[in-house]
């Protein structure tokens, strides 16, 4: 497994991936489908924050991605970053996940950043298992904040410190 800053052409794999967890899953609180320009203009906007766009690449299919943003445009939580990790279901289990976290964290950890922040949906077992794995804690759950397929959702936050 080769992890890797995600480059134009890895966009239409990022693209169904993405797409797939907004159509079926409530991992993501998102109900509308995107096209490439817009996972080109995502990409795009992260990258000019300077924040990773990290794909996982396994006999040259990307099996995942991950990437993260500012918590909360305050100057304060400058030092914070919340991240988001997808995996396609054929490459599910293979540590993918947990490569592209780990990456991220040692990203972070070299901008500087101090905390690291997952949203989790409640019901996200694997999400939940697959951060607390790797250190991140429970320190927050807001009841009923989202709402998808019919239903009220709550929201985990896990965090870990990574840096000084
Ligand atoms: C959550 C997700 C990213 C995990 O990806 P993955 O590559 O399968 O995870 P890994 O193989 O790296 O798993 C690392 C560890 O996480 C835990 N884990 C991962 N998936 C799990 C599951 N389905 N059930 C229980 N534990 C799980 C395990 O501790 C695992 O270690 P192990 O395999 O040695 O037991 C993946 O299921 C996914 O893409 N789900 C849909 C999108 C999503 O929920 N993203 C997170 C949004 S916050």
Same mark, same amino acid.
């Given at each position: 497994?080769?992890?890797?800053?995600?480059?134009?052409?890895?966009?239409?794999?990022?693209?169904?991936?993405?797409?797939?967890?907004?159509?079926?899953?409530?991992?993501?609180?998102?109900?509308?489908?995107?096209? !490439?320009?817009?996972?080109?203009?995502?990409?795009?906007?992260?990258?000019?924050?300077?924040?990773?766009?990290?794909?996982?690449?396994?006999?040259?299919?990307?099996?995942?991605?991950?990437?993260?943003?500012?918590?909360?445009?305050?100057?304060?939580?400058?030092?914070?970053?919340?991240?988001?990790?997808?995996?396609?279901?054929?490459?599910?289990?293979?540590?993918?996940?947990?490569? !592209?976290?780990?990456? !991220?964290?040692?990203?972070?950890?070299?901008?500087? *950043?101090?905390?690291?922040?997952?949203?989790?949906?409640?019901?996200?077992?694997?999400?939940?298992? !697959?951060?607390?794995?790797?250190?991140?804690?429970?320190?927050?759950?807001?009841?009923?904040?989202?709402? *998808?397929?019919?239903?009220?959702?709550?929201?985990?936050?896990?965090? *870990?410190?990574?840096?000084?």
């Amino acid at each position: 497994m080769i992890i890797r800053d995600a480059v134009d052409g890895d966009l239409e794999t990022v693209r169904r991936i993405y797409n797939r967890a907004v159509a079926a899953t409530t991992a993501i609180w998102n109900e509308t489908i995107v096209d !490439l320009d817009d996972r080109r203009r995502w990409a795009a906007t992260r990258r000019a924050a300077w924040h990773p766009v990290l794909v996982a690449e396994i006999d040259g299919a990307v099996a995942g991605y991950g990437s993260y943003g500012d918590f909360r445009a305050f100057d304060g939580y400058r030092h914070t970053c919340e991240h988001s990790v997808y995996v396609d279901e054929g490459f599910r289990r293979r540590g993918v996940a947990r490569a !592209l976290v780990e990456a !991220l964290e040692a990203r972070a950890v070299a901008a500087g *950043k101090h905390t690291m922040i997952a949203g989790i949906e409640a019901g996200n077992d694997a999400s939940i298992a !697959l951060h607390a794995a790797l250190g991140f804690v429970e320190v927050g759950r807001l009841p009923q904040v989202g709402r *998808k397929f019919d239903r009220w959702l709550d929201l985990v936050f896990m965090e *870990k410190i990574v840096g000084d």
